[in-house]
């Protein structure tokens, strides 16, 4: 598992925040235009931030394992599966504005969740969601679960309830297929990344980055609900 966490983390640093365009193939297990209902937030949970994306999540790593156990317990899933007391700090990050940022790592069985917190405010600036993609491929249960808990993810960082994780799950398996890997949805960007090591193990890593307005036309990212060409 300590290899898996450093796998994340390699994938972590190394993926760009990829500029969206063009159009996009729908994959099978994607979600379908009936299914594209586009939820709405219940709450606001971004606030404005020094980070290169313009905004943060406005809760603690405290708050946010409290309520993704929370949903993900009415989904199904085992809230002890991911407790705050394991959160691990790994290493501590500066930006070139001054912005000072630590990054943790959780494990949850093949699973592992990431996070980075602004170390002033400790409030969350990203959160991700990796797994080896031998793991990933083991079974479809493996992958089921890998999509509850990434659209899990997206739904307590955003505000949406549970009925809106399927929609996120949904939308994290379109970014493995599309040309891009990333999309933009509602004050958030979404984006997949994989590396392959050098003993031919490959990591698959999901994320969730809130982002102010301006950077949908500025890094010209693809509007997911333009994806299926229907807003």
């Known amino acids: ?55 943060r999540y406005d ?55 990431t996070a980075a917190v602004d170390v002033d405010s400790l409030q969350i600036i990203n959160l991700g969601c990796g797994i080896t993609a031998k793991q990933f491929n083991k079974s479809e249960n493996i992958r089921q679960k890998v999509m509850t808990v990434c659209g899990t993810m997206a739904a307590v960082a955003g505000g949406y309830k549970e009925d809106d994780v399927v929609f996120f799950g949904n939308l994290f398996v379109d970014t493995i297929d599309s040309p891009e ?11 997949y990344s994989s590396e392959n090591t050098s003993s031919g193990e490959t990591t698959m890593l999901f994320r969730t980055i809130p982002a102010a307005q301006n950077i949908l036309n500025d890094w010209n990212l693809q509007d997911y609900k333009s994806y299926w060409n229907l807003g």
């Not at 994340?8 to 190394?14: K, N």
């Not at 999309?183 to 960007?189: G, H, K, L, R, V």
């Open 1 to 55: 598992m300590k290899r898996l966490i450093c796998l994340v983390l390699a994938a972590l640093m190394i993926a760009a925040f990829a500029s969206c365009g063009g159009e996009k193939p729908k994959t099978e297990n994607g979600a379908t235009e009936d299914e594209a209902n586009y939820p709405i937030p219940e709450n606001n949970t971004f606030v404005s931030s020094k980070t290169e994306t313009g905004m």
């Open 59 to 113: 809760m603690t790593l405290d708050r946010y394992t409290s309520d993704f156990n929370a949903m993900y317990q009415k989904l199904g899933g085992n809230p002890k599966e991911f407790p705050y007391k394991k959160w691990k700090k790994i290493k501590t990050e500066e930006q070139d504005n001054g912005f000072v940022y630590d990054y943790y790592a959780l494990t949850g069985g093949e699973i592992v969740l």
């Open 181 to 191: 890997h990333c999309f933009w949805y509602e004050n958030s960007i979404y984006l």
